[in-house]
């Protein structure tokens, strides 16, 4: 995909949006690579005035939740 973002109902979104046919509806689905997800997901958990250590700590556990997640839903349209 392009990676430049789209606007949902009001949201603008980083990366592509998929979408899926799912029980008749139609689902939004939000890619985007792992880096970008993080440079989201880190300073919407802590603080950026917390110490450089800290915010990578959060980054290593963020990028493993993320993991997980996409293993445990690998069968599903979205994880």
Do not use: C
Request: aromatic letters at 8%.
């Amino acid at each position: 995909g392009s990676g430049l973002g789209l606007e949902l109902h009001g949201k603008r979104y980083a990366g592509d949006l998929k979408f899926v046919a799912e029980s008749g509806k139609v689902r939004a689905i939000n890619e985007l690579p792992m880096e970008e997800y993080l440079r989201g997901v880190v300073p919407a958990e802590v603080p950026p005035t917390w110490s450089p250590e800290a915010l990578k700590t959060i980054a290593v556990a963020a990028r493993t939740y993320a993991l997980f997640q996409m293993e445990k839903n690998a069968n599903r349209s979205f994880d």
